[in-house]
């Protein structure tokens, strides 16, 4: 890149009123490392410019974007409280922009649609308290990973574009907006769109569709009132078999923290299943593989009662409650016919052995030349997913910062036990992913759908399971030992963020980022303070723990394989990690707590600007 000293000194001779900026001496560098020597940088470790923060400061005059893109590192530019005039400056030239925060100046003008095109790495727009007119432009809702945009009071008129990036936050009060508020906005807070003239969830109903909707309401309650003599009489002629097949569609709920759904019909549904099972195989039988459980046949699960406990991508899973001893899950196999019978009991049978805390236990299994039961333990606390995403109630908390540490402490042992005890596996694992972490009642972890990859269906492995979502199998077609770290680090990012990983797994569709961009956002951006998630309690002075372990998942999920830590070292670094306040280096980083409000994290490092 050109001279950054140069280059500011030039940016810096077409402002007004540079009073605040007599410090930009072309003799001293503008940072030594990430202290900045002139007024309003913000610097990177190596000592190149992270961005201008000139606020607060009467500026004037152009903002000279042609020379501030000679800068190749700048990521992010203020000029919030200032008096710059005219239209929008021209954002494009400097692509990989991260923030943009012009708020409290004089802007105006139309701003063009196109203006934020492409530049997938933005993630905060200001332009609140300017002239700005004409429609809000269509570009900025096709930034993937948007999380900031606030517009209020311009004079943006027309309808609002269809916004759907997730998690993002806006304020677009006191313009001139109309029309219905986009789906994708409905969460957010309604005095986000106070002082316009715009109807729909948050705020209330459009009127043109309470219209629309009573009179499909009329015409339904017309054609129903019709039809309801048919109906009756179709109920009546109908077999008992299929009133209670209906039942058991009608009686599904959504599933609580455990994951189970309460109801008798699906207890009919797996008992017919399983009777499916003896009257095709001749009457075949569990194969039981555990010593140190009292063991149980097939007719004991088909006396027991069964709750679903919910479908994955192989079938469904149901938690029997066998008479005289804790209940055992059933889960259903369809895509298991890679490997012959033999091989099939000879891999049962290696997985039957694994013996570990942090490891489910494969007690049984039952095998159809298309389809296959697995029988294990029922884990009482349900899987961490359950507790990471599904809504809770007020009164209940989030999982803390010490037990996160534990479940992912716990991971780790039992990665490690799978790496040491199925050596010829190239993915011990494969579908690591936090349905497939269960937890005790005691919260401790145990791993489940381990060691499944030589006996899945090579097409449905690869279009469902984990492992195969990595960036070495979508880019390459190929996995190595190094896949199942990819997909800890994964899981680590997830507990620390509390973001739900699927949403990122379709690649590029729907305008959402794809998975490599999501993990880039998340360990990259200078928000690493914003990245935790809200619902961790138990944080203070956990800080520095928390950020080793953001350290740690970043390295399990490098892109470059070469560069991505191996299982052992991943595990060993987990098992540094410290859990007691007491313990030494405990709150290396709580100290720091007040004088930053921003951090930024390199590959190597973590670095900290202070942004206010
Ligand atoms: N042994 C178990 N104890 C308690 N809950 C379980 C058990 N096995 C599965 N579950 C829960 O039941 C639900 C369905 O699990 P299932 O394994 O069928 O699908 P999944 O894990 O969501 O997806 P996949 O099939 O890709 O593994 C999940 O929420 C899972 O966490």
């Known amino acids: 890149q050109q001279d950054p000293a140069a280059q500011l000194i030039k940016f810096k001779s077409s402002l007004n009123n540079t009073g605040d900026l007599t410090n930009w001496d072309p003799n001293v560098p503008p940072c030594a490392g990430e202290s900045p020597n002139w007024k309003g940088l913000i610097c990177n470790k190596d000592g190149s410019v992270f961005g201008l923060q000139l606020q607060n400061m009467g500026l004037s005059g152009t903002i000279d974007m042609d020379t501030l893109a000679q800068?190749?590192?700048i990521r992010t530019l203020s000029f919030i409280n200032n008096s710059f005039e005219g239209t929008l400056p021209n954002l494009l030239k400097i692509g990989p922009l991260r923030g943009i925060f012009l708020s409290y100046n004089k802007f105006s003008g139309v701003i063009d649609g196109d203006a934020f095109k492409g530049m997938s790495s933005l993630r905060k727009v200001e332009l609140g308290n300017n002239n700005f007119v004409g429609k809000i432009p269509i570009s900025l809702s096709q930034l993937p990973i948007l999380v900031?945009?606030?517009l209020q009071d311009n004079q943006f008129e027309g309808e609002i574009p269809d916004f759907e990036q997730n998690d993002l936050k806006v304020n677009f009060a006191n313009n001139k907006l109309d029309g219905h508020i986009p789906k994708g906005l409905r969460n957010q807070d309604p005095s986000s769109f106070a002082g316009n003239d715009l109807c729909g969830k948050p705020l209330s109903n459009c009127k043109k569709t309470l219209n629309k909707k009573l009179i499909i309401i009329i015409v339904a309650a017309s054609v129903l009132a019709v039809l309801a003599i048919i109906i009756m009489t179709l109920f009546i002629l109908r077999t008992r078999k299929t009133r209670?097949?209906?039942?058991?569609?009608?009686?599904?709920?959504?599933?609580?923290?455990?994951?189970?759904?309460?109801?008798?019909a699906n207890e009919i549904q797996m008992q017919t299943k399983l009777e499916t099972y003896k009257r095709t195989d001749n009457g075949g039988k569990l194969h039981f593989l555990r010593t140190d459980r009292e063991r149980f046949e097939l007719e004991d699960l088909l006396r027991a009662s069964a709750d679903v406990l919910g479908s994955g991508s192989f079938g469904s899973s149901y938690k029997a409650m066998l008479a005289d001893r804790p209940p055992?899950?059933?889960?259903?196999?369809?895509?298991?016919?890679?490997?012959?019978?033999e091989e099939f009991y000879a891999h049962m049978r290696l997985l039957g052995s694994l013996s570990h805390p942090n490891l489910l236990p494969l007690l049984a299994f039952y095998y159809k030349k298309d389809e296959k039961l697995l029988v294990t333990d029922f884990a009482e606390n349900g899987s961490l997913a359950s507790h990471l995403h599904v809504k809770r109630r007020p009164?209940?908390?989030?999982?803390?910062?010490?037990?996160?540490?534990?479940?992912?402490?716990?991971v780790a042992q039992g990665l490690d036990h799978l790496y040491n005890e199925l050596p010829r596996l190239?993915?011990?694992?494969?579908h690591l992913k936090s349905s497939n972490v269960l937890l005790d009642d005691e919260f401790n972890p145990l791993l489940s759908d381990?060691?499944?990859?030589?006996?899945i269906n090579k097409e449905h492995a690869q279009h469902l399971m984990v492992a195969y979502k990595s960036p070495e199998f979508t880019q390459h077609k190929h996995t190595t030992k190094k896949t199942d770290v990819w997909c800890l680090g994964i899981l680590i990012l997830e507990m620390l963020t509390g973001k739900f990983p699927a949403n990122y797994l379709e690649q590029g569709k729907g305008g959402k980022p794809d998975l490599g961009t999501w993990v880039n956002s998340v360990v990259r951006e200078e928000w690493t303070g914003e990245v935790f998630d809200k619902d961790m309690k138990g944080t203070k002075n956990g800080e520095g723990e928390m950020l080793k372990l953001l350290k740690i998942g970043m390295r399990c999920c490098e892109w470059d394989i070469a560069r991505r830590c191996d299982m052992r070292e991943a595990v060993e670094k987990i098992q540094g990690l410290k859990e007691r306040e007491d313990d030494e280096e405990y709150s290396s980083y709580a100290s720091e707590g007040d004088?930053?409000?921003s951090r930024a994290m390199d590959d190597d490092n973590f670095s900290f600007s202070v942004t206010n």
């Open 244 to 264: 209670k097949n209906k039942n058991i569609k009608r009686q599904l709920t959504k599933p609580d923290r455990k994951n189970t759904y309460k109801t008798n």
């Open 426 to 430: 190239s993915l011990p694992h494969g």
């Open 148 to 150: 900031d945009l606030q």
């Open 595 to 597: 004088g930053y409000s």
């Open 328 to 341: 055992v899950v059933v889960k259903r196999f369809k895509e298991m016919s890679n490997v012959g019978k």
């Open 450 to 455: 381990y060691g499944l990859v030589p006996v």
């Open 395 to 410: 009164d209940e908390p989030g999982l803390d910062w010490a037990t996160r540490l534990k479940i992912i402490k716990g």
């Open 71 to 73: 800068i190749t590192s």
